[in-house]
């Protein structure tokens, strides 16, 4: 059975449904339903794809018949009518509002039921108006946390540049890496592909003992707020402001783990279509026959030779033309920095020329180039960068 939403994707709408529907003032009961399913779903280690074809999502504590089909529909079909009608009764915006510490779905409901609020503009704009202090249940502190709450998810929500996310994974890297529990770890996501900004900062650890290693990410010095904590997985935020999760798995999980986190999106989508042409299923658990049978891959380059493709660099694997080029056994070599050959660099005759008017017209320059090598120009190597 091919899944069009994985375990991932599914468990995300589950717990915005549990929002939603504390958004809408049901039973707290019918809301918890939701978010315990989630969370059943986050923790079990098998995949979904395996816990629908052998029968045991129904049978697994927490997840009952109506949930059951619930999730079945969403993993098959990718939408689920229940969701939709419940999302069409709320702006998407005042989603943002639930970022904010301490205020849960009671509030952001109050505000919107009562102000009409449905953005952070709109909720910093009532507070600095001194109007959320006079609402039942916050006052004043209540109203100045509001504020602060905002400014730092304004913070955190910002992409860094890669140099500084870099700066700020190494320590952590080298703390998971070295903790005795961790058998395996390496960086994954937008941060080990080399994308030129990076939202956040992905671990992946194997080990025997998750629940050790989890304790000791979340102690780091490094640490400043855990905002989600389970029995393998972690999210935190940094002193410096940058989100960072943490996921440990088995160690014959870890190749497959790896390859799926590192990502892309698109990436991923042609490595399982990969699979399917050779009667495989691919996620990041195992890749696997149809008759169940395991193949046993060692490391993330086992997986591409058994798709029958040549290894793809991370910093390719952006869901364009790398599949093909690992067929054809003609993926690029990735520019090193001895490829370098030369710099070009601009100057300006004329001080004080920033910022001026461009009606002035563009300053006076002159072009000073450094001379490379004919062969490199000849084969297309690009060797300049503007100065």
Known sequence: MDLILEKKSVIQILEEIAVLLD????NPFKS?????AARVLETTGESLEELIRSGQLGETKGIGKALEEKILTLAVTGTLEYYEKLRGQFPPTLFDLLKIPNLGPK???????????????????ACQARIIRALSGFGEKTEQRILEGIERVRTYAARV??????????PLFESVSSHPATLRASLCGSLRRRRETIKDIDLLASSREPGELIEAFTGLPQVKTITGQG????SVVLENGIASDLRVVADDEFPFALNYFTGSKEHNTLMRSRARTFGYRLNEYALTRENGEILSCQNEEAIYW????????????EGLHEIGWAMNRAVPSLIEYEDLKGHRACHTRVSGWRGASLEKGPPPVHWATIPWDWRSQQSGLLCQWPG
């Open 23 to 26: 958004l809408a003032g049901e």
């Open 161 to 170: 540049l890669l140099p500084a996310a870099e700066a700020a994974a190494q």
């Open 32 to 36: 918890r339903a939701y978010s315990n």
């Open 107 to 125: 509030k952001v409901k109050t505000l919107y039921s009562t102000l009409g609020i449905q953005s952070l503009d709109e909720l910093e704009k």
């Open 231 to 234: 029995s393998t997985k972690a």
């Open 306 to 317: 058994a798709l029958e493709l040549d290894y793809i660099p991370p910093e390719l694997r």
